[in-house]
């Protein structure tokens, strides 16, 4: 068995990771087992909820996407899960980065990736973490304000812009970032007109169709609608645009991700096909970590009223699970001891730890049994999990250990 597992996040150095390290686990049942020897291995004093993070799983998607999406490099949106192994891994594979702030781009920096692999992809920035990307030598991020324009001139007047067009309504997505950003059709020549009087190159274009996006024919619509803006830009003068970012919203693990591939391949021929020089590059976050992360979750206390069950487990909607009010994550937890065939089932509600009634993860849910020091396991936890915990209570959420499994 070639697995390496690693705790603690605080002082985790980054992995040595290589191409082709990675193959195991990859399935569910592996990485319970796996779990159960965690536990089983650690001293009750370190038994406390934690995540596996399955290496394998993200080679597995890259090379997947690698297949999918030939002429599409992917830029992981750090934001999604800046752990360091995750970051290492995707850097190791090839892929570039999407950073959101000074933060990620150092992290990213500190692998050993260099500046041009990384695009700048938030729309509004603080002054002093652009001037951060000029002097690092960041050279590309997105804008859909004038206002924005002028901080950009201002702060880093090298840099090279993608005009961020507003992604389709319609893709009944899980996070729907179209509300916050995006230029409307009429917006994009003057937007355009503002980079150029600035002197700003407009390198290309790139749109999000929202974040878990279930309805995938919306990216044909994105991809016209880009092509508009190359238009626009030619028309106007400008230098030739050669940067198309077809954004994040990927889902792995379903039948999605295929069907968006073939939508987006379809559509790069149609209204990309003449621009062969066009680098195409994507920003998904969600796709490579979202099932890559297993959260166990062990019960720390139990209420008995009749026949209905409630627990307290010691991750919650502060913690890791937050992705429940932010994320729009439905949990399914089920017991890591299994349901044996014919085995009682109790309406449970789950809590988390923290002294507020929010702090639900679950209600009305069926559950055998379980007692404290039992354990709960959560599958599909990567995602805009850890990234956006608190310490709300006193509980930490970059306490919860991440052990990484990888083969070596
Ligand atoms: N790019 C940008 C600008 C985003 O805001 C996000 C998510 O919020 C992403 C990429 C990643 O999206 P996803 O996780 O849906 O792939």
Same mark, same amino acid.
């Given at each position: 068995q070639a697995v390496l597992v690693a705790p603690g996040v605080k002082d985790r150095k980054v992995l040595a990771f290589k191409r082709g390290d990675a193959s195991l686990l990859k399935d569910k049942d592996a990485v319970t087992g796996l779990i159960r020897s965690i536990i089983a291995t650690s001293s009750p004093a370190q038994r406390s909820a934690f995540h596996v993070l399955d290496l394998a799983r993200i080679v597995d998607l890259y090379r997947a996407w690698r297949r999918a999406l030939p002429d599409v490099r992917p830029y992981y949106a750090v934001k999604c899960n800046p752990d360091p192994a995750v970051l290492g891994a995707l850097a190791a594979l090839g892929a570039g980065f999407d950073c959101a702030s000074r933060a990620e781009i150092e992290a990213v920096l500190a692998l050993g990736v260099p500046a041009r692999d990384i695009v700048y992809a938030n729309p509004c920035k603080p002054e002093a973490h652009l001037e951060y990307a000029? $002097?690092?030598g960041v050279n590309l991020t997105t804008y859909d304000s004038e206002a924005e324009v002028d901080k950009i001139r201002r702060c880093h007047p090298a840099c090279e812009l993608l005009l961020r067009i507003k &992604?389709?309504? &319609? &893709?009944?997505? $899980?996070?729907?970032?179209?509300?916050?950003?995006?230029?409307?059709?009429d917006e994009v020549v003057p937007l355009l007109l503002a980079a150029q009087r600035a002197g700003h190159r407009v390198a290309g274009v790139s749109f999000h169709v929202g974040s878990g996006a279930s309805r995938v024919d919306v990216y044909r619509g994105a991809v016209a609608a880009a092509r508009a803006a190359f238009d626009a830009a030619a028309e106007l003068g400008m230098p030739p645009m050669r940067v198309l970012d077809v954004g994040g919203g990927f889902v792995a693990g379903g039948p999605t991700f295929g069907e968006a591939a073939e939508v987006i391949n379809d559509a790069l021929a149609r209204h990309f096909g003449d621009l062969p020089c066009v680098e195409v590059i994507g920003e998904p976050g969600r796709y490579f970590a979202e099932t890559a992360v297993t959260l166990a979750a062990r019960v720390i206390g139990k209420r008995v009223r009749g026949e209905v069950r409630e627990y307290w487990i010691d991750d919650g909607v502060y913690g890791s699970l937050n992705c429940i009010l932010m994320d729009h994550y439905v949990p399914r937890p089920r017991p890591l001891a299994g349901t044996r065939p014919g085995e009682k089932t109790y309406t449970s509600t789950v809590f988390g730890p923290t002294c507020d009634s929010l702090d639900t993860v679950v209600t009305g849910y069926e559950l055998p049994e379980m007692n404290v020091g039992d354990w709960l396991v959560f599958d599909d936890m990567g995602a805009y999990t850890t990234a956006a915990g608190s310490k709300f209570n006193g509980f930490d959420t970059s306490d919860i250990n991440i052990y990484v499994a990888y083969s070596s």
């Open positions: 000029a $002097r690092v &992604g389709p309504d &319609g &893709g009944e997505a $899980r996070v729907d970032l179209g509300t916050k950003y995006g230029t409307h059709a």
